[in-house]
C-alpha cells in the first residue's frame, strides 16, 4: 500500500475516533487543511459521503461505520507489520532469541511478542465496544459486526457472553469505564424486568455470570452467588 494511502486511511480512522478534522489533524500532526483534503480525496474516490456535519462535529454515515472496522483493522495489521519489521532489524541474522517476559518484579516494561499480544487485546477490547448499541446491548451477530434485531433473548444472550470476556481483561480502574456500565446496566434491567420470564440456558448463565463477576469484583465482597439454604435462612431472620 502506498504511503499516500496509508495517511489517508489513519485521517479517516482519526476523524471517526475524534469527531473532527481539527483534532485528527493534531493527532496526526498535520494540517487541518491537509486532512480536509485527505478526506476530501478518500470520498471522491470511494463515491459516497462518509461524514454529515451537525452541531460542528462530524457524523459518520452507516457506511463510514462499516468502512471503519476494516480500514481499522488493516491499519493495526501494517502497524504488526511495522513493529515486527522493527524487531527483525535488530536481530542477527543466525542467532537464536529466547523470548520471555520480563520481570514484573523490576518494573521493566513488556517488549515484543507479549508487548503485541497485549496490544492485540487492547484493540480488540474497543472493536467490541463499537458492536455496542445504543441500549447498553451488544451485537446480536456476536462479534462478526454490529447488529440489533431485537430479540431480548439473543441480546441478553450476546451481551452477557461478550461482557464475560471484557471483564477477564479489563482492569480494575476501567472498571467504571461508562461503556462497560451500560452494558451491565442492560443486562440487570433486562433480567430484574422480565425476572417472570422462562430464560433459557444460554442467555440466563450468561446473563447471570456477567452480573455475578462484575459484583465480586466491584465491591470484593465475593461470592454472588446464595445457596437456596443460605437465602431461605436469611429470609426467615428478617422475619
Avoid: C
Amino acid at each position: 500500500m502506498k504511503l499516500d494511502h496509508i495517511k489517508t486511511l489513519e485521517a479517516f480512522r482519526e476523524i471517526i475516533q475524534l469527531g473532527s478534522v481539527t483534532s485528527a489533524a493534531r493527532a496526526l500532526g498535520l494540517s487541518q487543511p491537509a486532512v480536509s483534503r485527505l478526506l476530501a480525496q478518500f470520498e471522491a474516490g470511494l463515491g459516497f459521503k462518509l461524514f454529515h456535519r451537525s452541531k460542528g462535529r462530524l457524523l459518520p454515515t452507516s457506511q463510514a461505520l462499516l468502512l471503519y472496522e476494516e480500514v481499522d483493522l488493516a491499519l493495526q495489521g501494517i502497524e504488526r507489520v511495522s513493529v515486527l519489521a522493527d524487531d527483525l532489524r535488530k536481530t542477527n541474522v543466525g542467532q537464536l532469541r529466547i523470548v520471555a517476559p520480563p520481570s514484573f518484579a523490576e518494573g521493566l516494561p513488556i517488549t515484543g511478542q507479549w508487548k503485541r499480544a497485549e496490544q492485540f487485546v487492547q484493540n480488540f477490547v474497543q472493536y467490541t465496544y463499537r458492536l455496542q448499541n445504543r441500549d447498553g446491548s451488544m451485537s446480536t451477530d456476536w462479534f462478526e459486526g454490529r447488529e440489533d434485531k431485537g430479540d431480548l433473548d439473543r441480546k441478553v444472550q450476546t451481551t452477557g457472553h461478550m461482557v464475560e470476556w471484557l471483564l477477564t481483561v479489563t482492569p480494575d480502574s476501567q472498571l467504571q469505564n461508562p461503556r462497560l456500565v451500560s452494558a451491565m446496566r442492560f443486562l440487570l434491567k433486562s433480567m430484574y424486568g422480565e425476572r417472570n420470564n422462562d430464560w433459557k440456558i444460554g442467555p440466563k448463565g450468561h446473563a447471570l455470570r456477567s452480573l455475578a463477576m462484575y459484583y465480586e469484583r466491584v465491591y470484593e465482597s465475593g461470592p454472588a452467588w446464595r445457596t437456596q439454604a443460605i437465602a431461605g435462612r436469611r429470609t426467615s431472620q428478617q422475619r
